[in-house]
């Protein structure tokens, strides 16, 4: 097992590779079914990137410090998974056969199926840092061989070690729960092309319109963030991707839930600083994480609590 990194280190470029793809936290206390992940948190960037534009730019794709808010978990008995790699790089949170075949120098030796993600130019590999295109991350076209070392050292270990997590809770306790943590910009509606004049809300949970998760599981998570004055929005404008299409099957007591942070409540956007209200936004979800690990355990046989 990986033993977790100190949750304040720095963005560091150019980092020699293949390096540790995630930190894991195990439970310290007694253990739940509870299982928590940041996919987009990571911030070493590997030396091999090659990306062709500024720097500032790629960074928009982080969900810089979102494992840092989150960090309450394991002290309630959760289990948290964290990217130390870039989504930009590779996104732990696609399919394999999300490319754009476009982007390669030459045939993918298998069948592909490109996205609404693909197409938006955030798929597996990253084609935009930015909206309409603006941003293009290469001047080049990607090898076969090199999207393979990516997935092959990083997307399949991080996937590995969320199934070990998720099978290892599911064998113990006969039911899993799922946290799949993510930020949002406060121009989400407009970055996916949706035209509404709705304010952001200040947490978005996706249960890909009700298949991902019991509805007493979201209710629960919705009811959490509410009681401590926050505005929770239901799969608006993010109803989760691969990762809780994955992982939830509730009719089988798998339970997979995105929630969305909106990035205003504690960060700058701009320059990616931890903002005035971040003490108080993860104090806040230390509270939510304590009421979480209460109702996994109300939802758990006596015999097994």
Not at 53 to 79: I, M, N, S, Y
Not at 103 to 110: D, I, K, R, T
Not at 122 to 129: F, T
Request: charged content about 25%; proline content about 9%.
């Amino acid at each position: 097992m990986t033993p977790a990194a100190d949750p304040s280190a720095a963005v560091q470029r150019d980092v020699p590779g293949p390096f540790t793809p995630y930190t894991l936290r195990l439970p310290e206390a007694e253990a739940l079914p509870l299982v928590c992940d940041s996919p987009h948190s990571g911030t070493r960037y590997p030396a091999d990137f090659g990306f062709a534009l500024p720097f500032e730019l790629l960074r928009k794709g982080e969900d810089t410090d979102v494992h840092v808010l989150w960090q309450a978990l394991p002290g309630v008995g959760a289990t948290l998974l964290a990217a130390e790699f870039p989504r930009s790089y590779i996104d732990p949170n696609r399919e394999v056969e999300d490319i754009d075949p476009a982007m390669l120098a030459e045939p993918w030796p298998g069948p592909l199926q490109p996205s609404e993600k693909t197409r938006l130019g955030i798929g597996l590999i990253w084609r935009d840092a930015g909206k309409n295109g603006l941003n293009p991350i290469y001047r080049r076209k990607l090898g076969v061989a090199e999207v393979r070392r990516r997935i092959a050292d990083y997307h399949a270990p991080y996937h590995a070690a969320m199934r070990e997590q998720i099978e290892g809770a599911y064998a113990r306790f006969g039911a899993v729960w799922h946290l799949n943590l993510h930020s949002m910009p406060a121009d989400s509606y407009e970055s996916l092309g949706i035209r509404t004049d709705k304010p952001l809300a200040d947490f978005v949970l996706g249960d890909r319109d009700g298949t991902t998760a019991s509805p007493t599981f979201t209710d629960a998570v919705a009811q959490a963030l509410r009681k401590r004055g926050f505005s929770v929005a239901l799969n608006d404008p993010f109803k989760g991707v691969a990762l809780i299409a994955r992982l939830g099957r509730p009719a089988e007591r798998r339970h997979s839930l995105q929630v969305e942070v909106h990035r205003g409540l504690y960060m700058d956007e701009a320059t990616r600083e931890r903002s005035a209200g971040f003490s108080a936004l993860q104090a806040a979800l230390t509270e939510v994480a304590q009421e979480l690990a209460a109702f996994v355990r109300s939802e758990l046989p006596a015999g097994s609590r």
